[in-house]
């Protein structure tokens, strides 16, 4: 099987790491027959493709076998991400729906135990005839029965349809939104499009949360106090070693 390095992998502290446990122990406990899920966000640059490779070294390093698909074919933010072994033309997912390559072929097995990566290959400008046909679905059903999770990267639902497209082929679907910075009205619509593809919704991960963004909610006031700025950056990384945070007496 073809081989893939990951450039660079975000270090998550151990806010990140229990947050991280948190979240894919829910996905293990969705349903038995549940394997395939969508991750999605109302627009760009809410972290949901850092958030699905996190998610699939951290279900790979529990001894599954995970298989993350980049089906962001306008714009692949995973690309960037990996170092080919091989040379000249990348095949990945635009190869395979366009017919120029075998499935097995555009696997890649990455340099963590258990995980296996199915890059774009290349950008489309119009990828819905692609991931509309039915060479996507049975690509994602012959996924699930070789691996315990399929996890697949897609466009923000909130800009294209694509994401609603993937859906309908996915047991269930999770949203990234970034913290305080989406309407109530464009996560409905977001939620309702994915819906009526037939996917559930199953969660939603609040991202680029502080310590200072939780201390403000007046729960939590009452238990903290100190300097929160800068401390944590949108994965739970620590950035500000200097911050004291202190439990308050009741």
């Given at each position: 099987m073809k081989q893939v390095s990951l450039r660079e992998r975000d270090t998550l502290d151990y806010s990140g790491k229990e947050a991280l446990n948190s979240i894919a122990t829910n996905l293990t406990f969705v349903g038995r027959h549940m394997n395939k899920f969508v991750m999605t966000s109302c627009v760009a640059s809410e972290g949901k493709s850092s958030l699905c490779m996190q998610l699939m070294l951290n279900l790979a390093q529990r001894g599954n076998s995970v298989v993350m698909v980049d089906a962001d074919l306008r714009a692949s933010f995973l690309m960037s991400r990996l170092k080919f072994e091989e040379g000249g033309v990348i095949q990945g997912l635009v190869h395979y729906l366009a017919g120029y390559c075998e499935l097995d072929q555009a696997i890649y097995q990455t340099d963590v135990e258990g995980a296996y990566i199915i890059p774009t290959g290349d950008t489309v400008a119009n990828p819905l005839?692609?991931?509309?046909?039915?060479?996507?679905?049975?690509?994602?059903?012959?996924?699930?029965?070789?691996?315990?999770?399929?996890?697949?990267?897609?466009?923000?639902?909130?800009?294209?349809?694509?994401?609603?497209?993937?859906?309908?082929?996915?047991?269930?679907?999770?949203?990234?939104?970034?913290?305080?910075?989406?309407?109530?009205?464009?996560?409905?619509?977001?939620?309702?499009?994915?819906?009526?593809?037939?996917?559930?919704?199953?969660?939603?991960v609040i991202n680029m949360v502080t310590v200072k963004t939780l201390a403000e909610k007046s729960y939590y006031k009452k238990y903290y106090s100190g300097h929160y700025s800068s401390y944590y950056d949108g994965y739970g990384n620590k950035k500000d070693e200097s911050a004291d945070i202190k439990r308050k007496k009741r």
């Open positions: 005839p692609l991931l509309d046909s039915p060479d996507f679905g049975q690509m994602m059903e012959e996924l699930s029965s070789k691996f315990d999770y399929v996890l697949v990267d897609a466009p923000p639902v909130g800009v294209v349809i694509d994401a609603a497209v993937i859906a309908k082929n996915c047991d269930g679907a999770v949203f990234v939104l970034e913290y305080g910075k989406r309407s109530k009205r464009e996560v409905v619509d977001a939620v309702q499009q994915l819906e009526q593809s037939g996917c559930p919704v199953l969660g939603c």
